[in-house]
């Protein structure tokens, strides 16, 4: 399943993809144009929804056959009562919502376990330009500029889990990769200084 999902879907999609169990029952948040859903349904018999305000994006996962809700995740998920799912899935839009801590706790309200990816603002690079020029990084996992990006809410892979220590969230599984999506042995020695990209498989508090 891998190897067929590394060739039709985004490499992060096809990562998370083969993280979600076959025959769950799926939320994915900020969905896009449903490729990850698509494919879900059709390779793992998943039933789900996807969220999203983008109305190109949503006529496109209508198009894909994907159920797909207009929804602004700040306005958090009060609409889905608990364990309406048994997975959900968030891909590189931590960063932007407004409440992250708060949506965590939505996602595991809702779904007995969840996948979060994005990006590491603590990786070498974002370092060393804010240590030697004293200016907001710009990276390629991380492309914006300070003042048009749609990020509000950087943070590193060790923020992260903090927060996850925090909450009592159980780490299932992290993935770390580099801009390509490969992961190596020097991320995985020191993934918060080497990695751009984690993938947080998690489970409800203990």
């Given at each position: 399943?891998?190897?067929?999902?590394?060739?039709?879907?985004?490499?992060?999609?096809?990562?998370?993809?083969?993280?979600?169990?076959?025959?769950?029952?799926?939320?994915?948040?900020?969905?896009?144009?449903?490729?990850?859903?698509?494919?879900?349904?059709?390779?793992?018999?998943?039933?789900?929804?996807?969220?999203?305000?983008?109305?190109?994006?949503?006529?496109?996962?209508?198009?894909?056959?994907?159920?797909?809700?207009?929804?602004?995740?700040?306005?958090?998920?009060?609409?889905?009562?608990?364990?309406?799912?048994?997975?959900?899935?968030?891909?590189?839009?931590?960063?932007?919502?407004?409440?992250?801590?708060?949506?965590?706790?939505?996602?595991?309200?809702?779904?007995?376990?969840?996948?979060?990816?994005?990006?590491?603002?603590?990786?070498?690079?974002?370092?060393a330009q804010l240590s030697?020029?004293?200016?907001?990084?710009?990276?390629?996992?991380?492309?914006?500029?300070?003042?048009?990006?749609?990020?509000?809410?950087?943070?590193?892979?060790?923020?992260?889990?903090?927060?996850?220590?925090?909450?009592?969230?159980?780490?299932l599984e992290r993935f770390?990769?580099?801009?390509?999506?490969?992961?190596?042995?020097?991320?995985?020695?020191?993934?918060?200084?080497?990695?751009?990209?984690?993938?947080?498989?998690?489970?409800?508090?203990?």
């Amino acid at each position: 399943m891998a190897a067929e999902a590394r060739e039709i879907l985004r490499p992060d999609l096809a990562i998370v993809a083969d993280m979600v169990p076959t025959g769950a029952r799926v939320l994915d948040l900020g969905c896009g144009t449903g490729e990850l859903l698509a494919f879900l349904q059709s390779h793992k018999q998943v039933r789900g929804y996807g969220l999203d305000t983008d109305p190109d994006a949503i006529t496109a996962g209508v198009a894909r056959g994907v159920n797909v809700v207009e929804q602004n995740l700040d306005l958090g998920l009060n609409n889905f009562p608990d364990d309406s799912f048994d997975f959900v899935v968030m891909t590189e839009a931590l960063q932007a919502v407004r409440y992250p801590a708060q949506l965590i706790d939505d996602m595991l309200r809702i779904g007995r376990e969840c996948v979060v990816t994005f990006p590491n603002f603590g990786h070498w690079s974002c370092r060393a330009q804010l240590s030697l020029r004293g200016r907001m990084p710009v990276a390629h996992h991380l492309p914006h500029r300070w003042y048009d990006t749609p990020n509000i809410h950087l943070c590193t892979f060790a923020d992260f889990e903090a927060l996850c220590r925090d909450k009592n969230v159980s780490i299932l599984e992290r993935f770390v990769v580099d801009n390509r999506y490969r992961n190596r042995a020097l991320i995985n020695y020191a993934p918060n200084l080497f990695g751009t990209i984690a993938f947080y498989h998690l489970g409800r508090p203990s």
